[in-house]
């Protein structure tokens, strides 16, 4: 069993669509929890970061901690086309980046 | 800025050569990562570095080796090429241990 799941997809929504992503972890030590957003051919980029259960909002994003059922979701209101792209889910313990365990990725498109 | 820096984009190497991966960044980060990915997989971390001169081991550091002269520079060395070694490589920043990671846009490597 992987650390870390996370449904590979492919996800297709309409423009304006709520998407939801999600990750299930196994290792209750993890504290840390962080969506990355990965454009084809690039680098990831880091969209939300949350310490413990609970949820946190920025913009159109909603992260949200469920450490009792090791599950975290990322929520995209209005999608838009330029949210097309893979999302990774990311966690660790003591939030030393060294011991950080990545999901597979979630492939989205937003079609126009 | 420019961020985190890597080249080559794209190499493709034969079973048996060596050649070393550059990443250098720009942000006076003290941690430097080097990650790999391969489809279906999660990020996986190779090596990684707490400061000039200070480096060591993360989850799959096999066939691989790195150095840490300088704060900007964390260049990948692969000695014998080997085609499990076929992936993207991402040199990553932050400028502490438990802080946000910048990554570079990857080295897509072909080992035939």
């Known amino acids: 069993q992987k650390e870390v799941e996370q449904d590979p997809g492919p996800l297709s929504v309409p423009e304006g669509a709520i998407v939801s992503l999600n990750c299930t972890y196994s290792n209750s030590a993890f504290q840390y929890f962080m969506w990355y957003r990965q454009y084809s051919r690039k680098g990831p980029e880091l969209l939300m970061y949350?310490?413990?259960?609970g949820n946190k909002e920025d913009g159109r994003f909603t992260a949200q901690v469920d450490k009792s059922s090791k599950y975290i979701s990322l929520f995209i209101r209005d999608s838009q086309p330029s949210d097309s792209a893979t999302y990774l889910c990311?966690?660790?313990?003591?939030?030393?980046?060294?011991?950080?365990?990545f999901g597979a990725g979630t492939r989205l498109t937003v079609k126009p | 800025n420019a961020g985190v820096t890597q080249t080559p984009k794209f190499r493709i190497l034969k079973i048996g050569q060596s050649m070393t991966l550059q990443c250098t960044q720009d942000m006076n980060h003290n941690y430097m990562y080097w990650y790999r990915q391969d489809p279906g997989m999660g990020l996986k971390l190779i090596y990684y570095?707490?400061?000039?001169?200070?480096?060591d081991k993360g989850e799959v550091p096999n066939g691989y080796n790195v150095s840490r002269s300088t704060t900007e520079d964390f260049p990948l060395r692969l000695e014998l090429a080997a085609p499990s070694q076929t992936s993207v490589y991402f040199c990553?920043?932050?400028?502490?241990?438990?802080?946000?990671?910048?990554f570079g846009n990857g080295t897509r490597l072909t080992v035939t």
């Open positions: 949350t310490y413990s259960s």
């Open positions: 570095s707490v400061g000039a001169g200070i480096t």
């Open positions: 990553a920043s932050s400028r502490q241990g438990s802080s946000p990671l910048h």
């Open positions: 990311a966690m660790s313990g003591e939030g030393n980046n060294n011991d950080m365990r």
